[in-house]
DNA sequence: GTAGACCTTGACGTCTGCGTCAACGCCAGG
DNA sequence: CCTGGCGTTGACGCAGACGTCAAGGTCTAC
């Protein structure tokens, strides 16, 4: 298939399609015409790294799944190197969810401490709106 | 005092201060000679600049917090502005705190899976070393 | 034969928060 | 006077994953 059937029945486009090639990702045989080539094959690379990329790999962690789906696992996290690259990950996401978790405390503390100062230094501004009139 | 001096107290560098001269935050007066001239005030909102930058605020995010310091308010987020930013940016705290722990759990179970698979497909591999002998 | 849909490569634009020159002005010390 | 250390503006670089345009070749249908 070509190029721009690859693209929209992985859901991406052409112009990625390019770009993960010129990255040394999903290479293409080429017709007589130049165009570019592809199969089933390369829709399931193309489809492994899309997946990646969704839980927010960069381009790089992909390319040991890639490889191994080349070497002709039948999956591309079937090879010990794409196995520390999940490991990695989950290393990166959990300190990313802890720095944040910490932050929303103290932005949640800094906004409690804010409130607070605004209804002190407005006195009787925000008072009982419903009270019964 | 001029831009070096207050670079270093604040504890960046005077490619920041300029830059955030050019976004419009942080103006400064200027001598005879044309060199910048900062007091405390502008040593304050500048920290208070950092905290938010340090918290993953993005640049856009702190202006309310200027303009309200430099209303006079003795605090940068005694103004509803600031406080809106604070709850804006909880939601999108908790939102990618959220969007994390997903992906987070969707690696672990695949990489669960995929270690699983590596141990069926190599059999008697990695069985038992801690056994006596 | 010509319109239109597809393909090619190349190269610049995007967004953010600066880093890093370049080329120059100003000022104090020896 | 010269050197060194500060300051000035302007402008390009970076990282990531493409978007978007330009200028052209190719193939199909009418």
Redesign the pocket.
Known sequence: M????LAERAG?????L??YESRGLLA?RRG?????DYDEADLRLLEQIRVL?DFGF???DTRPFVDCLRAGHDAGDACPASLDVYRAKLAELDACIARMQDVRAEVAAQLARAEVAADAGIPGGPDPKCHLS
Chains 1, 2 share one sequence.
């Open positions: 070509r190029i721009g059937e991406t486009t052409t112009r990625t390019r770009y293409a007589a015409n130049g165009y570019r990329q960069d381009l790089e």
